[in-house]
Structures are given as structure tokens and as C-alpha cells.
């Protein structure tokens, strides 16, 4: 058996994988605050009473959690130093001298996570090419210890001019560090990201020290209340490209787990479209915090090196702390079913991005939370069913739901509580569809041609109307919708990538220099898997390049050919990479010389095989059908809509929409002008007439 946990804002969500039976079962608790380990012990205990699985009866346990992610956007790390060539010690506040608003004249940048009193400057430098020009004082490593013991230091981020291309100083500090201060977490720029571009090293090397300490002991604390529950099998953690790491990899490079949570529902994407015969979805996903979207093109998601951590403009690109590692290239949106609505300054109604989170949570929770929330809204619409809320195992407050839209929004607004609270769904639908919208054109695709599969907590809930709003034809809503992200875990395989930078033209590459080095890193990948119980049999080799027409400052990515390589192969590197640019800007560059920039190797073990059906304990004989509910339509009105068990329908079962489909996890919200059949595996196919 597998279980997978997902600890987001707002709840925890439970996916046990029983291999015998390929049944799967779910479970969702709130997420607990300050602790998020006491939700996900909670959950477990439910999971044991509500099916009898105990957690040592568990092979593989995989895991996703948002502590590093709030870690960074609260300012809730440890205290951390930074370490670099002197005359560097800058860099971090300097950036890139680029305003990501150029007509905003009260600009706040992102400030660094460490502090320019407990940033320090060491006497070395090296060239692009690795030379060593001035050799390591080690005279000032003394000095620099008793600095550290002095401001009481927990983590030391090491970060030295072009260390990409000469690792042998970081080394020499490291091991200094760890001689004479043994209690302080450090990280490495040549280990967390060992390619070219000094402030996103610094960047990213600097936020992994800030997280270590906090994650190391999470993790810790975690490993230890499993086994202190008997369990004895194998703990992978998710990361932010959709693979997975073992708990020791995470401890060590924390910063690969921004965005893990995410990259789950991604995953799990890719194994329904590989399901359903669908190569290109589109993913939405919605759940209490935020909601996110991303392409999944000729079954595979995007992997982009270009990621921001800590926005103080939450959408706008180069508003936060740069992080270049690989990520599922997807768009957050300060949309979830907590996503707080209000009346701005102006008289306009407002959804977001600030969240009720799971404490005090909407209002209609009963939990203390005053304020309106997208929850709120679709409770009052009649789209939750309030009794039924986590198959009833809360229920929620129509009453304090339509007397917080009533006092905050409705009546400033003049207008009915029905009213605002389809304008809030509204508003929230068309932030959501605008942001997907933005985020395929910008890759040069149109929304129009993708089907779209909707999961996460609220993501069926509104699913509907954010398809209608970008055209999509037709809308999946997968088994286990609800916690879909967690299931996304146990689909993904276990996988190492080591980066190196090289820069040279194509046609000036020495190929057994190439070769030799590819082959280290590709050797190294397989060690990991080895330690992490894998054959090398079972695994497989991606070999990855970034690249860029000689003179340009930015690169595109492509798949080496396999094998050696050689002169040969320089014709096939040229072709895949005048076929990617072509697709990404539509024209090409004659008479310019190509230069590799950035080597990488990815080595993988095998995909998760999972036939899956969801556990339910409805008989085969029950009727789907539970009544009739009043609910409010943007085109009709109140209408009196048809409500059915999803455990209860039956495969290829077809009926007309408008309908709600209730499940424990989530609610399906289906509008009029609409088929819905029930496919072979029980997932719900919509087909839209838009």
C-alpha cells in the first residue's frame, strides 16, 4: 500500500493506493497551524477509523507540504549569513537593476532574506573558466566563525564568484564550517545551482540555507512520529518538477520543494490524460488558497528553470526572489475557496488574494472568520450542500454565510445577498479563466484546443464556469477530485537531476570533454536511485540542454540526442533547437552561431503503473439520485436542480445538465447547456455547448 499527503493552505488531503484491489480510498482534514504535523496525524487516525489502515502496514508513504513556500513569503526561516567573494557582498540586494513596473513610482523591491550586516566578504576569486586567480585566505575563516557564533547564526548560505566552473573554494569553506561549527546548516551555490547567472545563485543558495533548519527539523520530526506509529517502509518527498526525492535529499536541498503541492496536481494530470487517451489538457486546479493552471502538452507538463519565490506584487513577474531550479511551468492565481472578498476603496467588489486559510476559515465554518469568502458564496448559491460539507463530516452555516456577505458586501453595495454572492463567483471565475487564458497564448497555443480537467477541493465547484469562460469544449472531473494533488504523488517516479554549466559555441565543443562529464553526472543519477532501493535497470536517462543563439541573454531548453555525441550530432542539436524556437516565437535567426549554455542530466526510475477504482462502500443496486436543491444560476436564476451520489452512478450512466454531484472530498457544479456521462473508470465527462 501507498499513502500520499498533501498538506496545502487550507486542508490536508489523504490518498491510500491499495495494490491488490487497485482500490483507492480518501481522507481530508484542515490543516493545522502552527504545526501542519498534527493535521496530518489526524488524517491518518481517520484513514484507520474510517477504512482499518494502519500506518505500519504502509510500504511507501510520499509527501508534499507548503512549509517552505510560507517559510519564505512569511519571513519565518532561521537566521541565516551569506558568503561570497568580497566585493559581492551586494549582489543579493542589487539583483538584475530592472523595475518589474516601470511606471510605479512608489516601487518596493523584494527585500533578501538575509540582512547586509550578516552578509561577509572572503579574499578568493576564480575565472569563467575555473582559473584561480587570488587563492582562498583562510586567514579570514577564523574571523568569520566567531562572527557567526557572535550573531547566533543557524544557517550559512556560500555562494563564490563563478563557482560553477571551480567548486574546489565552497568546498574548502564548507568543510571549514562544518570543522569548527559544527551546529550551523550551510548550502552550497555548486551543489543547490551549479550554472552561470551570480544573483540567481546567490538567490536561490541563500534560501535553501534560510529553509534548512526549519524543513531538516519537519522532516525529522515527521520520519519520527511514523515510525513511532510502526511504520518501516520508504518516505519520498515531492518536488517542484514533479518527481520525487528521498527525506534525506529534501533535508539537503529544501529549495526543490517550493513547489511540490502543485506539481502533485500536475502529475496527477498526466496520469488521467494518459488514462482518458488525452495528450493536451488543460489542468485547473482550486483549492481553499489559491488555484493554479498548467499545460500538459503531448502528455508531458512543462519544466521551466525560471521561477519566483515571495512576489511583493503576487502576480508580477520580477517582483520576487529569483529561484532557478526546475519547476511545472504553472500559474498561480490568489483564488481558492477561502480567497477573501470585500468592497474596495473605490465601491468595486474584490476577490483575493489574501485567504481565511483553515483558521479562522469562511464564515461559514463557525470558526470565527467574519469576513465573506468564495466558500461563503457557493454555499448561499446552493452549490454546497451545507450537511454534506466533507461528506458531512462538518457541516457549515448558511446563516453566518449570507449574514458576512450581508454586512460586508451586500448592503454597502445596495444590492441582494444572491446578488453579491454570484458576484463573487463570477469575479473569481474570471480571474481564474483570465490568468489560464494569459498563461497558454504566452506559450503559443490557444485554450480552445485543450479539453480540461478540473480537481482540488473547490476546483469542481467551479470548474464549469471557468470552461465556459475560455471556450473549452469539454470538461473532466477525475476520480478523487478532491484530493487529487495527493494522488499525483504516488504517480510520480523517483528521479535525480545534476546541472553543469558549460558555455561554448556548437561548433566549437569539445566532445570528449562533453561526453566525459554527461557520463559522471548520468553515473551519479544512478547512485541516487541505487540508495534509494532502485535498480539501474529500471531507470532511464534524460539528457537536457539549455541553449541560445550566440549574444542572446536568456536560453531555450532541448533534448540531446542519445548516445555519444559528436560532430555528428551537431546537425540533430541545431534542428531541435531551430524546431523549438520556430514554436515559441514563430521564426528563426540565420547566420548566427548557437551556443550551449547549461548541461543537464536527469535520471529517473520507472513511472508508477496504477489501475485504479475508487473505494466506495454504496451498493451497485443504489439510486444516484438524492433530491432536488434550489440553485442560483447566473443565466436563470434559482432553478430546482437535480442533485446526485457520485459513488452511486453508474459507468457510461448519461444524463443533462444543470446537476450537482456530491461527493465527500468535493462538490461538481454543473451548469445548463450541458451532456454528462459517467466514462468506464467513474470519472465525469462534461460536454459543454458553449
Known amino acids: 500500500m501507498k499513502l500520499g499527503i498533501d498538506i496545502g493552505g487550507t486542508f490536508t488531503d489523504f490518498v491510500i493506493f491499495e495494490n491488490n484491489s487497485s482500490q483507492l480510498y480518501f481522507a481530508k482534514t484542515l490543516t493545522t497551524y ?128 563563478n563557482s560553477f566552473a571551480n567548486i574546489n573554494h565552497e568546498k574548502a569553506l564548507g568543510n571549514y564550517l562544518s570543522e569548527n561549527v559544527p551546529d550551523i546548516y550551510y548550502s552550497l551555490s555548486s551543489e543547490i545551482m551549479p550554472e552561470i547567472r551570480e544573483y540567481e545563485r546567490s538567490s536561490a543558495t541563500a534560501m535553501n540555507a534560510y529553509v534548512q533548519p526549519i524543513t531538516d527539523k519537519y522532516l525529522k520530526d515527521f520520519e519520527f512520529q511514523l515510525k513511532a506509529f510502526g511504520f518501516k517502509g520508504n518516505i519520498n518527498i515531492m518536488i517542484s518538477s514533479g518527481k520525487l526525492t528521498t527525506i534525506d535529499g529534501a533535508r539537503k536541498s529544501p529549495i526543490h520543494l517550493l513547489e511540490s503541492g502543485p506539481a502533485g496536481g500536475a502529475m496527477a494530470g498526466v496520469f488521467y490524460g494518459r488514462q ?22 503531448e502528455g508531458k507538463p512543462e519544466i521551466t528553470n525560471h521561477f519566483e519565490a515571495a512576489r511583493v506584487k503576487r502576480f508580477k513577474k520580477g517582483s520576487g526572489l529569483p529561484v532557478r531550479i526546475p519547476v511545472i511551468d504553472l500559474i498561480e492565481i490568489g483564488a481558492g475557496g477561502g480567497s477573501i472578498a470585500r468592497v474596495n476603496t473605490i465601491g468595486l467588489l474584490t476577490v483575493g488574494p489574501d485567504s481565511a486559510s483553515s483558521t479562522p476559515g469562511p464564515a461559514c465554518y463557525n470558526l470565527g472568520g467574519e469576513n465573506p469568502t468564495v466558500t461563503d458564496a457557493d454555499l448561499v448559491l446552493g452549490y454546497l450542500n451545507a450537511d454534506y460539507f466533507l461528506g458531512g463530516e462538518m457541516t457549515l452555516s448558511v446563516a453566518a454565510a449570507r449574514q458576512a456577505i450581508k454586512n460586508k458586501l451586500a448592503d454597502p453595495l445596495g444590492i441582494s445577498i444572491e446578488e453579491a454572492a454570484m458576484g463573487i463567483h463570477k469575479i473569481v471565475n474570471e480571474n481564474m479563466a483570465n490568468a489560464a487564458r494569459v498563461h497558454v497564448l504566452e506559450k503559443g497555443m490557444d485554450p480552445r484546443h485543450f479539453n480540461m480537467i478540473g480537481f482540488g477541493g473547490a476546483g469542481p465547484v467551479h470548474s464549469f464556469g471557468v470552461a465556459k469562460l475560455l471556450n473549452v469544449k469539454r470538461l473532466i472531473i477525475p476520480v478523487g477530485a478532491g484530493v487529487t494533488s495527493a494522488l499525483g504523488f504516488l504517480v510520480s517516479p523517483v528521479a535525480s ?12 565543443l569539445d566532445w570528449s570533454e562533453i561526453n566525459d562529464f554527461l557520463e559522471d553526472m548520468e553515473k551519479s543519477g544512478y547512485e541516487f536511485l541505487f540508495k534509494s532501493g532502485i535498480p539501474a535497470k529500471d531507470g532511464s536517462v534524460q539528457r537536457i540542454a539549455d541553449m541560445r543563439y550566440s549574444g542572446q541573454g536568456h536560453e531555450i531548453t532541448i533534448e540531446l540526442p542519445h548516445g555519444k555525441l559528436n560532430e555528428d550530432s551537431i546537425a540533430e542539436i541545431k534542428r531541435r533547437f531551430v524546431k523549438e524556437y520556430e514554436f515559441r516565437y514563430n521564426r528563426s ?40 436543491r434550489k440553485v442560483y444560476f447566473e443565466e436563470t436564476g434559482y432553478l430546482e436542480c437535480l442533485v446526485y451520489d457520485r459513488y452511486a452512478l453508474k459507468p457510461n450512466e448519461k444524463f443533462n445538465g444543470p446537476a450537482i454531484i456530491e461527493e465527500t472530498e468535493s462538490t461538481t457544479v454543473i451548469g445548463i447547456n450541458s451532456i454528462i456521462h459517467m466514462d468506464t473508470q467513474k470519472n465525469i465527462i462534461i460536454d459543454l455547448n458553449t
Not at 276 to 297: H, P, R, S, W
Not at 604 to 624: C, E, H, L, W, Y
Open 34 to 161: 502552527p504545526d501542519p504535523t498534527k493535521g496530518i496525524f489526524n488524517g491518518i487516525r481517520e484513514l484507520e477509523e474510517k477504512f482499518g489502515f494502519v500506518v505500519r502496514d504502509m510500504d511507501d508513504i510520499v509527501h508534499g507540504t507548503t512549509l517552505v513556500t510560507n517559510a519564505v513569503i512569511e519571513r519565518k526561516g532561521a537566521k541565516t549569513a551569506f558568503i561570497t567573494t568580497k566585493g559581492f557582498e551586494d549582489v543579493l540586494e542589487i539583483g538584475r537593476e530592472m523595475r518589474y513596473d516601470i511606471y510605479d513610482i512608489f516601487l518596493t523591491m523584494p527585500k533578501p532574506l538575509v540582512p547586509r550586516n550578516l552578509r561577509i566578504g572572503v579574499a578568493e576569486r576564480v575565472d569563467t573558466h575555473g582559473n584561480v586567480i587570488t587563492p582562498l585566505e583562510k586567514n579570514d575563516l577564523q574571523a568569520i566563525t566567531d562572527s557567526l557564533k557572535e550573531n547566533d547564526i543557524e544557517a550559512v548560505g556560500i555562494c563564490l564568484l
Open 276 to 297: 482518458l487517451q488525452e495528450e493536451n489538457l488543460l489542468c485547473f486546479d482550486m483549492g481553499g488558497t489559491t488555484a493554479k493552471a498548467c499545460v500538459i502538452y
Open 497 to 508: 537531476e545534476k546541472i553543469r554549466s558549460h558555455i561554448a559555441e556548437l561548433n566549437q
Open 589 to 628: 535567426i540565420e547566420g548566427i552561431p548557437l551556443e550551449m549554455v547549461t548541461w543537464r542530466v536527469v535520471v529517473q526510475g520507472p513511472i508508477p503503473k496504477m489501475a485504479v477504482k475508487q473505494f466506495s462502500n454504496t451498493s451497485s443496486d443504489a439510486d444516484a439520485y438524492k433530491g432536488i
